[in-house]
């Protein structure tokens, strides 16, 4: 972050439509769902978009979040005794997220990229697979989620059906109304215009 210069022209206006994209609002429950989860040990960072960012760089409150949401003995992230303090070490932590997050059940288009966040080139993106996380904790609603579960929408689950034989056989015979009706169909009447003429 240090080594880039100020953005101009197009590059400017880009980046000014993605940070437009973050959410002050959703911020606060964000942080609110975190310190619920994983208790206030993590802190809470200083408001606003770059406070959210130097908050979660390093990729230990990130971590603590996805292993919170395991039962005890399956943690899949490693966390260090002390935070990592090289840039390597915190970009591979947050990427130890990601992979979390996406074994967890989170859609890899929600998944935000490491620079996202580590360089705060898109923290609306860093908000969206946070809210995926949430919602999807909630949904499975197996224990480990902590906090209010109204913070997130939860996802549509499938509702399979069971029909016997002679249900499918039955199906058959319907004609769906999509299709119109086939009641009194005839082609009597119907006329295509003058038969060809053939003059030899």
């Known amino acids: 972050m240090a080594n880039k210069g100020p953005a101009y022209g197009m590059s400017r206006d880009v980046q000014s439509k993605i940070?437009?994209?973050?959410?002050?609002e959703l911020e606060d429950r964000l942080v609110e769902w975190i310190v619920a989860q994983c208790?206030?040990?993590?802190?809470?960072?200083?408001?606003?978009?770059?406070?959210?960012?130097v908050w979660l760089k390093n990729g230990i409150v990130l971590s603590r979040?996805?292993?919170?949401?395991?039962?005890?003995?399956?943690?899949?992230?490693?966390?260090?005794?002390?935070?990592?303090?090289?840039?390597?070490?915190?970009?591979?932590?947050?990427?130890?997220?990601?992979?979390?997050?996406e074994d967890y059940g989170v859609v890899k288009t929600d998944i935000f990229q490491t620079v996202d966040l580590f360089e705060a080139?898109?923290?609306?993106?860093?908000?969206?697979?946070?809210?995926?996380?949430?919602?999807?904790?909630?949904?499975?609603?197996?224990?480990?989620?902590h906090g209010d579960p109204n913070w997130f929408m939860k996802k549509a689950q499938e509702h399979k059906r069971e029909f016997t034989e002679s249900q499918l056989k039955e199906g058959k015979n319907v004609i769906g109304l999509q299709m119109g009706s086939n009641k009194g169909a005839s082609q009597a009447g119907m006329s295509y215009g003058r038969p060809r003429q053939i003059i030899s």
Do not use: H, W
């Open 65 to 101: 979040l996805v292993n919170s949401l395991y039962p005890d003995g399956s943690k899949p992230v490693k966390i260090p005794d002390s935070p990592p303090t090289m840039v390597f070490k915190q970009m591979e932590q947050i990427a130890q997220f990601l992979k979390a997050a």
């Open 121 to 145: 080139k898109d923290m609306a993106a860093v908000q969206r697979t946070l809210m995926a996380l949430g919602s999807l904790a909630v949904t499975k609603n197996d224990g480990n989620y």
């Open 39 to 53: 208790g206030a040990s993590v802190g809470r960072p200083d408001r606003g978009r770059l406070g959210f960012q």
């Open 19 to 24: 940070e437009k994209k973050y959410d002050d």
